[in-house]
């Protein structure tokens, strides 16, 4: 069966969609019908109307201290020079905290003030006024008085207030009724026999986790094919007895993209194409009582859609403030460029250094859902704005406490897994910390340290002229630069092929063959130079490999373009052709370092990254992955 291609109807500005889509939805009056819980089992609940005490607490006089129940007035000529001697049963009785404070006593002197005479006198030495230390009836609640007001999330504190107060029972908001569908004929449930063409499904999987964070339930349907009149009617059923409904996939403009067709079948679309990037062809729209969003496929445009637009929709639901995350001022530690189509949300890792908190962008890709995962904050490029130039501040959404990013060691610099390896170190011997990481080669991570983006950048960088790595090139780049090497790992570098070896690659000088597709790194990288290096002593010309202009920012994305078939060979760490199942022809070992700036090598975050290199547990990782040595790991040396 053939489909027309869809269009979208709009590309609408976020906030006007927002607030067109929200005014759609009021008309409609949605509300949550309510029921009634006991007390104990009504945590984290909305109260569908004000909550009155049924009773004082304490509903009695009570004794606020341990010590006697007195008449006041028997007290009033007690003082230092004239104590007063006080007998039991005639002029007090014993009371505990919490005791009930009977006529005719109406004061407690406490223990701490007494001196005892014998089991049956005590002396005082100071009078006591009426009522001291006696917690009045409804001195913390008054019967009648309002304990919480309608429409208020039930906190732990607020379980003690309503129970103190006789609430045995509360009516509350239904919790909303959220339900998930995945579409399209290529998903897979977790655990399915992977087939060439199929994509595990976990989109739906993050929005059930979500969906509970906001107070709601989720009803997580089993996916659905492509097939149009099975998406009608389970697309029917799901509005009918849900309060919003959630279709995952289908919202974009290809032939069998039918969000948007359905819900304009069964209910009204509002809005179909929004000026957010990733996000675009978000689908919002209404049928009957139930509001109805059309998330994008790809994992990264699906989320920013929910958190943007679904999180708070749930929120306003339940009449309830949406969640602001904070902001911090950052500054951004390379050029992003935007178009003016949309508002672009970019993922960025962060950390503090020196006085400057550093944002590095994280791969903008919509399909990336480890950008999620990395991020720390979220960068918003105006609809107006075609981005922001290296080093301006920008303001970020945190998507961590703030103290956890201040003892982040920022990182800079050239790809390697051990980076993986140093960031797990780091988290496990302190909670409190972390590791950013950004790839962007071993000259641009140097530069990151001379403009002090950086607490370390890993570099491996080639004095061909002294035939030293790292120590002489810096110094070389710049001779007033003050600072530390941090000893890293040897590793060795060198051609990854498919396993096998089929097209029979003995070497770089195969490199230019007619039948060989190569897979580069990013320019500037310390892998890049060494290719370039060995290139320059064979009187090779890089214009003859086929591929020499196709990058990749990390060793694992070169293993990963062999191992997929769409290259033949590329230059590369052993460890990672050994994590991918590739085959390895050793080109040359290589010094893989720290750069530290004087100005942080005191730094917690690079103490604690110094430490984590030296530790036995780390070098005892590194060595498993192969390929790498860990002597003199951690050694700090001056670059004089």
Known sequence: ???????????????????????ACARGEISLEDEVLQTVEALGRVTAEPVFASLSAPWFNASAMDGIAVNAASTYEASERRPVVLTKGKDYIIVDTGDPILDPWDAVIMVEDLVDLSEEQVEIRAAVSPWENVRPVGEDIVAGELI????????????????????????????????ILPTGTEIIEPGTPMEMGKIIESNSRV????????????????????????????????????????????????????????VAELGEVYVHGIALKPGKPAILGKIGHAPVIGLPGYPVSSWVVFDTIVKPLLYTMQHQRPLQRPTAEAVLSRRLVSSLKNLEVVRVKLGKVGDKLIATPLNRGAGVTMSLVRADGLLEIPQSSEGFEAGTKV???????????????????????????????????????????????????????????????????????????????????????????????KRTQGLMLPKGNPKGVQGLEDLTRVDIRFVNRQRGSGTRLLLDHNLKIRNMDSEGIQGYDREMTTHMAVASAVASG???VGLGVRSAAALTGLDFIPVGDEAYDFLV????????????????????????????????GVENCGEVITIE
């Open 395 to 489: 303001p970020v959404r945190l998507l961590r406490p703030i103290e956890e990013i201040e003892n982040t060691v920022v990182v800079i610099g050239s790809h390697d897994l051990v980076i993986d390896l140093l960031a797990d170190q780091i988290h496990t011997k302190w909670p409190d910390s972390g590791l950013s990481s950004a790839h962007v080669g071993s000259l641009g991570g140097v530069m990151a340290i001379v403009k002090g983006e950086a607490h370390m950048a890993p570099i491996h960088l080639l004095d061909e002229t002294a035939g030293q790595y790292n120590m002489s090139y810096v110094k070389k780049l710049f001779p007033t630069f003050k600072g530390y090497l941090i000893r890293g790992v």
């Open 597 to 628: 700036a004087e100005s942080h090598i005191q730094a917690l975050p690079v103490k604690r990254a110094i430490e984590a290199l030296r530790s036995e547990a780390f070098k005892n990782k590194v060595l498993a992955l192969g390929g790498y």
């Open 1 to 23: 069966m053939k489909h027309d291609r869809n269009i979208y109807l709009s590309n609408m500005a976020l906030n006007e969609a927002i607030e067109l889509y929200t005014s």
């Open 148 to 179: 919480l007001p309608a429409y208020h999330r039930i906190t732990p504190i607020d379980l003690g207030a309503l129970l103190s107060g006789g609430v045995n029972a509360v009516k509350v908001l239904k919790k909303p009724r959220v339900a």
């Open 566 to 568: 769409t290259a033949d």
């Open 207 to 262: 929005f059930e986790g979500t969906v509970i964070q906001c107070g709601g339930e989720p009803i997580r349907l089993a996916p659905v094919a492509d097939d149009y009149p099975l998406l009608v009617e389970t697309v029917k059923k799901a509005a009918e007895s849900s309060d919003m409904v959630i279709i995952v996939a289908g919202s974009s403009a290809g032939t069998e993209d039918f969000t948007s067709r359905i």
